[in-house]
């Protein structure tokens, strides 16, 4: 079992940045392959970016792909999501996760997110 809790949300106007953390209570973190996904009110849930165990490979949605970074520090058990040049779309609370089998797997553990509003 791995807990995971999201922090770093928080309301920004559009064009600046937020970083996101996620840190996991269990050393084992090193194992497993990180994603971070969002919920937009009435809308479902959407995949944003993940991150290798190694963190050696990344992958982005298009929608965030050259705004969003995603990664990790093993040594701190923690998964980051810096956020450049928000847009109200981004709007959304933010969840991070964990997937034993790998970056494009089944995620087995989930944060209880954090919200990101982006206004205009």
């Known amino acids: 079992q791995v807990q995971l809790v999201e922090s770093g949300g928080g309301l920004v106007q559009a064009g600046g940045s937020l970083r996101l953390s996620c840190a996991a209570s269990?050393?084992?973190?090193?194992?497993?392959?990180m994603g971070w996904f969002r919920q937009a009110p009435g809308k479902e849930r959407e995949f944003v970016a993940a991150?290798?165990?190694?963190?050696?490979?990344?992958y982005y949605a298009d929608s965030v792909k050259g705004r969003f970074t995603i990664s990790r520090d093993n040594a701190k058990t923690t998964v980051y999501l810096q956020m450049n040049s928000l847009k109200p779309e981004d709007t959304a609370v933010y969840y991070c996760a964990a997937s034993v089998v790998g970056i494009a797997g089944k995620y087995d553990y989930w944060g209880q997110g954090t919200q990101v509003t982006v206004s205009s």
């Open positions: 991150i290798s165990s190694s963190g050696g490979n990344t």
């Open positions: 269990r050393r084992t973190f090193r194992n497993y392959a």
